[in-house]
């Protein structure tokens, strides 16, 4: 049993931090946010609704995560960042790569965004390939953001740059992150410790020493 007994609410247009030891379960929540899979027991609402009541097209369409493991395939890197939006302009592609923080390096690129990638995103570090799959995200522009690990190989104050950025310029989406560095815990609304089965909501002096901690 991963979870047991447990009630969470994720506001709208807020920024929630789920934090906890590898194997907690943080990556089961998410899954279960953007209904991978339903729960035995008990039920997720989304906007009030029953999650199994709502027709998963119309669901997906609300909602955008990105994994630690990122896949991004052998084409261009604007057909990449444009796979879930391919009506968007280049300078819209643009806008979620400087979101992103990672137009600082795709603008140094001989063909920027028309820039070929190899498989699996050949070419580019992990942490260069993390921020692409954001800016593939934040293009997409669905309600719901779910970054699951997603900032884990950047450096804390790009991965600072990158929550700022979205919460700053994105200000109608909800965001959930999991993160196992605190650092980033001062600018969430909510913070939810995931360990032993249990989710516990932190106050703000608990999240506060977590950060300063680290």
């Not at 630690?68 to 280049?90: E, H, S, W």
């Not at 920027?112 to 498989?119: D, F, M, R, V, Y």
């Not at 580019?124 to 719901?144: C, F, M």
Request: hydrophobic fraction near 40%; charged fraction near 25%.
């Amino acid at each position: 049993e991963v979870l047991h007994d447990i009630n969470i609410t994720l506001p709208k247009n807020s920024l929630t931090a789920l934090v906890g030891p590898s194997g907690s379960g943080k990556s089961t929540v998410m899954k279960l946010c953007a209904r991978f899979y339903d729960p035995q027991k008990g039920c997720i609402f989304f906007n009030g609704v029953p999650m199994n009541e709502i027709n998963p097209e119309s669901l997906m369409s609300h909602i955008s995560m990105v994994f630690q493991d990122v896949y991004l395939f052998q084409d261009t890197l604007k057909n990449n960042i444009r796979f879930g939006r391919t009506d968007a302009t280049d300078e819209e592609i643009i806008e979620a790569l400087k979101i992103a923080c990672a137009w600082e390096f795709v603008e140094k690129l001989p063909d920027t965004i028309n820039s070929a990638l190899g498989e699996r995103g050949r070419g580019l570090s992990e942490g260069q390939a993390q921020r692409i799959s954001i800016a593939r995200a934040v293009l997409r522009n669905a309600p719901i953001l779910l970054l699951d690990e997603a900032t884990s190989a950047l450096d804390v104050t790009t991965e600072r740059k990158v929550l700022r950025n979205i919460i700053e310029q994105k200000p109608n989406k909800t965001c959930i992150v999991t993160t196992h560095r605190p650092s980033v815990l001062n600018m969430c609304q909510r913070v939810y410790r995931v360990m032993e089965t249990k989710v516990t909501e932190l106050d703000e002096e608990e999240s506060s020493r977590m950060a300063m901690d680290f």
